[in-house]
């Protein structure tokens, strides 16, 4: 069974800073990825997702990620956090060929100061 | 708003006691799960239901008993709780199970069991 560390669990930065939270995985087959964000008081929602094709991914709000297949990983960055992105960051993986159901890491919990 | 629809959003309940929690989309999706979110833990799957049939039921306690009745409702009935099921209750849907697409989640119910 595929498993997700996330290991980064709080992140404090300042507004304007850069951000860069770490996803792995393990898994050795082919993998679906996403990184969905729950703003708070409100509902989980996809932030961005990866496929197939460029491994650099663009999702809303200014935010990419990075599949490195050699590293297992699946890196979220922003160059210029604000004070809105302060929520909680969820790294997935769906397995291909297997149940398709979501893998979730524990979470990062990023505070952005004004 | 996602449209899933989670009620109640919060919960308090002894250890005897018997509640249900409820999940509604009207997203026209026929795949509905339940995840439970602690602290410091990853999301955990619960239960998946696809076309009104359980398809996963991840090593769950029998003090939680789902029921599916049509595609569109889920509820989650509670008996016994221990203080260690105090958790968020998400509800997600997506189309079908067994494919890629995002997951579409509820708001949640926050249960404290006394």
């Known amino acids: 069974a595929q498993s997700v560390s996330q290991h980064n669990h709080h992140v404090i930065l300042s507004e304007a800073a850069s951000l860069e939270l770490g996803c792995n995985y393990s898994y050795g087959g082919t993998v679906n990825l996403f990184w969905y964000v729950q703003y708070p008081g409100q509902h989980l929602q996809l932030l961005l997702k990866y496929f197939s094709g460029d491994p650099l991914v663009k999702g809303i709000k200014g935010f990419e990620a990075e599949f490195i297949k050699s590293k297992f990983s699946f890196n979220l960055r922003k160059p210029s956090v604000q004070w809105s992105d302060t929520a909680e960051y969820f790294c997935?993986?769906?397995?291909?060929?297997?149940?398709?159901?979501?893998?979730f890491g524990r979470g990062t919990s990023l505070i952005v100061h004004p | 708003e996602t449209g899933v629809t989670q009620t109640p959003r919060h919960l308090v309940m002894g250890m005897t006691n018997k509640k249900s929690l409820k999940c509604e989309q009207h997203l026209g999706h026929n795949a509905m799960y339940w995840y439970k979110q602690s602290a410091k833990k990853p999301l955990e799957l619960m239960f998946v239901?696809?076309?009104?049939?359980?398809?996963e039921n991840n090593s769950v306690p029998s003090r939680f008993s789902p029921e599916c009745p049509n595609s569109s409702h889920l509820f989650l009935h509670l008996h016994t709780l221990q203080p260690e099921d105090s958790a968020l209750y998400l509800c997600?849907?997506?189309?079908?199970?067994?494919?890629?697409?995002?997951?579409?989640f509820g708001s949640g119910t926050q249960l404290s069991v006394l």
């Open positions: 997935a993986v769906v397995a291909s060929g297997g149940s398709y159901i979501p893998t």
């Open positions: 997600a849907s997506t189309p079908q199970a067994a494919t890629n697409e995002k997951l579409f």
């Open positions: 239901y696809n076309f009104k049939e359980q398809t």
